[in-house]
């Protein structure tokens, strides 16, 4: 995730909100967090359950950032877990939300215990984003406060064993592909502005969209190259034929193909940019500052130079 500086407060991922069609997920949600159990009640996990790319963290997201969560919970924070999940990235993670930035200490027994110390007492919701095993979650609980104070955590997976591990009974929530209204709907807001389209262009959209069988992520992709190319018949045509040809049941592959698509529309200098970030570790936060500053080393960005 990009950060301004190494100051950063939120230190939350910068998603887009494309909530298109999830209003009910989004109640049920705001419910099990802040309603079900009251500012009492055990400890809750409620598992986002789905495939990549089908929303689960702008959903997770957009829970989190809600006025009525900020205001139920003393403590809310966040973590991103990744494949290869390392237990003191995580605990660092949620350490900068409940004390800020500076730590004197790296051992990873301690920070457990800073960070246990930190919720103890207070009402949390913690944020446990792409969680892919469940030896990720064993390795992190019992960092987390059993108090009978109404604290929540929000995990998201692709990996219904994980689900099923970590949550609490009955609170899973399966997140599925998006029916043909609401894809429209989304595809709209991102490639027109939500602006009427030409009925040629709606045509070819409608097209599109069913290619994309109801996956958010390759709607989003798609209808953002045909937002920041010029709209022609030719190019919506074109894009059309693409989106055609990366059609499969495999819905890993899928996204693949279609962030495929997405860097061969780039022109040759953001290619290299976007290849940079291949250096940095997955999941890691990249201060923007220090990116410019690799991206002129390395040549990528010229300084223009202005007259005296």
Known sequence: ?????????????????????????????????????????????????????????????????????????????????????????????????????????????????????????????????????????????????????????????????????????????????????ESWKLFQSIASANEALPSEFETIGKQIVDKCQGLPLTIVVVAGLLSKSERTIEDWENVAEDVKSFVTNDPDKQCLHVLGLSYNHLTSDLKACLLYFGVFPEDSEISVKRLMSLWIAAGFLKLEETGG
């Open 1 to 181: 995730a990009l950060v301004q500086d190494s100051s950063s407060e939120k230190h939350t991922p910068n998603v887009e909100n494309n909530m298109v069609g999830r209003d009910d997920q989004r109640k049920r949600l705001l419910v099990e967090l802040t309603q079900h159990g009251g500012s009492s009640g055990r400890l809750k996990v409620v598992p986002i359950v789905g495939m990549g790319g089908i929303g689960k963290t702008t959903l997770a997201k957009e829970v989190y950032d809600d006025a009525s969560t900020r205001l139920h919970f003393d403590v809310c924070a966040w973590a991103t877990i990744s494949q290869q999940h390392n237990v003191k990235e995580i605990l660092l993670s949620l350490l900068r939300h409940t004390k800020g930035d500076k730590f004197n200490m790296d051992d990873e027994a301690e920070l457990a215990d800073m960070l246990q110390k930190s919720l103890k007492g207070k009402r949390d919701l913690i944020v446990l984003d792409d969680m892919w095993k469940s030896e990720a979650w064993d390795d992190v609980r019992l960092c987390f406060p059993s108090e009978n104070n109404g604290s929540r955590i929000l995990l998201t997976t692709r990996n219904i064993e994980v689900a099923c591990s970590a949550g609490t009974e009955n609170l899973s929530l399966q997140m599925d592909l998006m029916g043909p209204v």
